[in-house]
């Protein structure tokens, strides 16, 4: 009598020359679990189309909310999600509990389309670049504010030398902005003196800041 030697199954592993489009969800399974790349290309022939419509079925429901590619998007947090932690997920479906895997795929593929509107509802609403150009306030921005205090502190210490009549100018020419004019009939000179007392301070102030040009009107 002959003796009967019975061939042992080949594992997922050695299938990476078969083809897994006549498998069982079984067999896909243990291959998707096993990293078998045609297995993972089957399982795109197999429930892209369904994972999409499930998907597509949600994010339906809130195209104000979540944008064109939040279909693709969420179909590959589905796919992260079934690789991450060793493939937990994928090695948690039971067939034995009486669901399929591409309904249980569809089920999963829901979950996650919800779990994204969910965290997209958590985000802060962000305005296009384009608005920023429009954007405008009347009052300074900090580094603003801070350039006008750092020069504000540098002309307190370069005019506390003037006389009182040049500090006078200065405040009445450049601090309050007013004409030539007003600044003679105010300080009681000629215009040609405004003029005059305009250059002279410039200059000094030139001088001691080593910046020439700095304080031009």
């Known amino acids: ?27 896909l399974l243990e291959g998707l679990i096993a990293d078998d790349p045609e297995a993972w290309r089957q399982f795109n022939v197999r429930y892209a189309r369904l994972i999409y419509a499930c998907i597509s079925r ?14 693709a998007e969420i179909y590959s947090m589905l796919c992260l999600g079934l690789l991450s932690n060793e493939k937990s997920k994928l090695r948690s479906y039971e067939p034995g509990r009486g669901s399929k895997l591409g309904t249980w795929l569809g089920l999963l593929a829901t979950h996650t389309a919800y779990d994204y509107l969910r965290s997209v509802r958590r985000m802060p609403k962000y305005a296009d670049l384009s608005e920023a150009e429009q954007l405008s306030s009347e009052q300074p921005d900090p580094a603003e504010q801070t350039l006008v205090r750092e020069r504000a502190a540098i002309a ?58 700095l304080c031009a009107a």
């Not at 003796?3 to 020359?17: D, F, N």
């Not at 009182?164 to 020419?173: G, H, I, S, T």
């Open 58 to 71: 949600v994010t339906a429901r809130f195209s104000g909310v979540v944008h064109a590619d939040a279909v």
């Open 156 to 213: 307190a210490s370069v005019l506390r030398d003037f006389s009182d009549k040049d500090r006078e100018f200065v405040r009445l020419y450049y601090g309050e902005g007013m004409t030539p004019e007003a600044v003679a009939r105010r300080m009681k000179i000629s215009v040609k003196t405004v003029y005059s007392k305009k250059h002279k301070i410039q200059r000094r102030l030139e001088s001691l800041l080593g910046e020439p040009g």
């Open 1 to 27: 009598m002959f003796s009967q030697v019975q061939a042992a199954p080949s594992s997922p592993r050695c299938r990476t020359q078969s083809s897994f489009s006549t498998s069982s969800e079984q067999e």
